[in-house]
Structures are given as C-alpha cells and as structure tokens.
C-alpha cells in the first residue's frame, strides 16, 4: 500500500508533542469504543433481530476471534506498511466494517461485521505503541503511555452513556454508523496530521514464538490473564444484557449504572500498582483474583440493593489485575528475549478467552439456565486463579 503523504517522525530534539500524543489517543479511543459498544447495543439488538441469548453472546466470541487473529499479524502488516500506515488501515478498516455492521440483516451478517471490527481493531495496539514512543523522548515515555491509556478507561465510561444518548435520536443501527464514519474521520485526520510511526514493524519470528511456548510460567499467566480479562472486559460485555433481560432493568438505568460502576478505574489501578510494588506481582495477583471470583460470584446470585453494590465493587477490584499481569510478564522464568515477547502472545490468547469464550458461555448459560449462573460460574472459575499461581515462578526484576 503505497502513501501519498510522507510519514513524519518526531525528531529527537522534540521532548512532548500534545497534539500528535491527543490526536493518537483519540483514534485509540474510537478503536476501543468501537468493540465495546456492542455491549450496551445489545438489548436492542437481540430484540430487534430475534436473538437468543447464546446467539447474543457468540458474537462477542467472533469479535475476539478477530481481534486475536489480527494482533497476532499486526507486526507482518507494519513490516509492509510501517505503523504510521499499519494505523491508517486500521481505522480506515474499523471505518468500513462499522458501516457494513449497521447494515446486517441478521445473525450472519451481524457475526462477519464484528469478526472485521475484530481484525481492524486488533491492527491499532503494537503500531500504536511504537508511534507512541517515536513522538516523545524515552523520559517522557511514562507520561506519553498514561494520556495514551485513558482511551480505554474512558471507553469503558463514555460508550454506555454515548449508546444511552444517541438512541434518544437514532437506532442502534445509527450508533454503530455513527461510530463508523467517526472512525473514517481519525483515519483521514490522522493521514493529514498524524506524526510518528515512520518505521517498519518487525514481522512475528516463530523462533520467539517457540521459545515463549516454551517458558514454564507462560501457561500459567495465560489462563490468569483469561481469568482477569473475564473478569473485567468479558463480564462488561454481558452485563446490560443481564440487568435488561434477568433483573428487568430498562435499558437507560442499565447503561447508567455499568457506566458509572466503571468511573474508580483508573484510580484502583493506581492502588493496584502500589500493591503489586509491596507485595510482590503473585501475592497481587492471587488477591485480586480470590476476591474478584468471590464478587462475581456475588453479582451473580445477588438481588436488589446488593445487586447494585456488586456491580460497583466488581469492577473496582477486576482492573487491579492487570498492573501486577504485567509485571509478571517481565519477570517470568527463561531467555529475556523470550520473556520482552510474552505479552504479545499473552494479550491475544487472553483476549480470545476472557473476552470472547467467556460471554459467549454466559449466554449460553443464561439461556438454558440463568445469566446469573452464567456470571457466577466466572466467578467460581476466578477462584482457582490464586491455586495456579501457586505454581508460578517468578525470577527476580534485576535478571
């Protein structure tokens, strides 16, 4: 693919670039909106087209199909196309499924649309890191990140509110539309002024890829971090459909409410990331995965004003995983080569089990069953978490 504007890269001497570091940021934002906003869609959507709740839930299974498969090639396509393009294809692909989405007729159409979000999405993450880091200096690398990361915890915020607003005045189709030419307006806007990213990717390397199969924690993190994308990113996806069909909520208050249960995310993890420091990344890990499994279980089985407090203090505890996840990936056993690739196997796996199996289990389960015995199964299955990390390894931050 061949670009018609040069690929502008920060020169060294620059220290901050705000409006390259926003504009980023922005299209990070509408890629994550974008696989999220399905979740509080998804009352009208099984409603409108006749879903059941399992058919509801697999397709949170093929959007993280998608994605998986499209992180895992994000490095071939940057080789070819540098990240500055590897971004561009990315949102300007996001642009043209989103658009085709909200023309679905049904549960096939609906299911090839977010299989595409799913692989347009996936493109963004490494390419974006890597632009991120070529427009600051290494110094400035910690600051740049946290700006970047507040995409993600304001899509978890913003994307109900945004659904609760817009079908005031459109249909779901109309918000997934909207979405979409959103995204086709970052693309543009990021090929006119977008800065960074100029370098080619590094294509995957099945010599690494083997060496981090082989590493003796890398299993044992790959399920935990199942367990803490479940956690947060998977129960996320199912929950207005929870309090809309199990608890009879209207889809206004259920969109309100998991807006708002998402609002202490960014300060836990902060907390999260003290604790990890003074207990040590494993202790952090299992601690939060005991307690998660144990409010999950609750959210769950709950009723009434309990209800409503699980749904608060789950999410409170579920972002704190990732934090001391992170650390952990650093310092798991085996070559540091193989252990700087982890996350990049790790994230993928994680995100195709956590955020797409689980969902699509608990609306299996809430239509044979209950949602409720869906949610609390996760739980139960989050309770094992601090059993396997009692198997894992770590080697110490200095090695």
């Not at 500055?84 to 090839?112: E, H, K, P």
């Not at 803490?228 to 969109?255: E, R, W």
Request: with cysteine; aromatic share 8%.
């Amino acid at each position: 693919m061949r670009q018609s504007r040069p690929a502008p890269t920060a020169p060294p001497s620059h220290t901050w670039m705000p409006g390259a570091l926003l504009l980023l940021t922005a299209i990070f934002f509408l890629n994550f909106c974008s696989r999220v906003m399905m979740a509080p869609l998804m009352p009208r959507v099984e409603q409108s087209l006749n879903l059941s709740h399992a058919q509801a839930g697999s397709l949170f299974l093929l959007l993280s199909l998608g994605y998986f498969i499209s992180i895992l090639g994000s490095g071939l396509v940057a080789a070819r196309l540098t990240h500055r393009g590897n971004i561009i294809l990315s949102a300007l692909g996001m642009a043209g499924a989103l658009l085709a989405l909200s023309l679905a007729g049904g549960l096939g159409g609906l299911g090839a649309g977010l299989l595409v979000v799913g692989m347009a999405a996936g493109l963004y993450l490494p390419s974006g890191l890597a632009t991120l880091t070529s427009l600051v200096r290494p110094d400035h690398w910690g600051r740049a990140v946290a700006v970047h990361e507040l995409a993600p915890n304001l899509g978890f915020v913003l994307a109900p509110l945004l659904a609760m607003g817009l079908l005031e005045v459109m249909s779901w189709r109309g918000v997934i539309a909207g979405l979409g030419l959103a995204s086709l307006a970052g693309g543009l806007s990021f090929w006119r002024w977008g800065r960074g990213g100029g370098m080619a990717g590094q294509a995957p390397d099945l010599k690494s890829l083997r060496a981090i199969l082989g590493l003796p924690g890398f299993w044992i993190m790959m399920l935990c971090f199942s367990l803490g994308l479940g956690a947060s990113l998977g129960i996320y996806n199912m929950l207005p459909l929870y309090l809309v069909s199990q608890h009879g909520y209207s889809p206004h208050k259920a969109d309100l409410l998991v807006s708002a249960s998402r609002l202490s995310g960014v300060a836990m993890a902060f907390l999260a990331g003290w604790a990890s420091d003074r207990l040590g990344p494993r202790t952090a890990m299992a601690w939060v995965l005991g307690l998660c499994g144990v409010l999950t279980l609750g959210l769950g089985l709950a009723q009434g004003g309990w209800l409503v407090a699980m749904l608060f203090l789950q999410p409170m505890l579920a972002v704190c995983f990732f934090p001391p996840g992170f650390a952990a990936l650093g310092r798991l056993g085996g070559p540091p080569a193989a252990r700087a690739n982890a996350v990049s196997l790790t994230v993928p796996l994680s995100f195709l089990l956590g955020g797409g199996a689980l969902p699509a289990l608990i609306g299996f389960l809430g239509e044979r069953l209950s949602f409720g015995w869906g949610i609390a199964l996760a739980g139960a299955c989050m309770l094992l978490g601090p059993l396997f990390l009692r198997r894992l390894e770590l080697v110490s931050p200095h090695q």
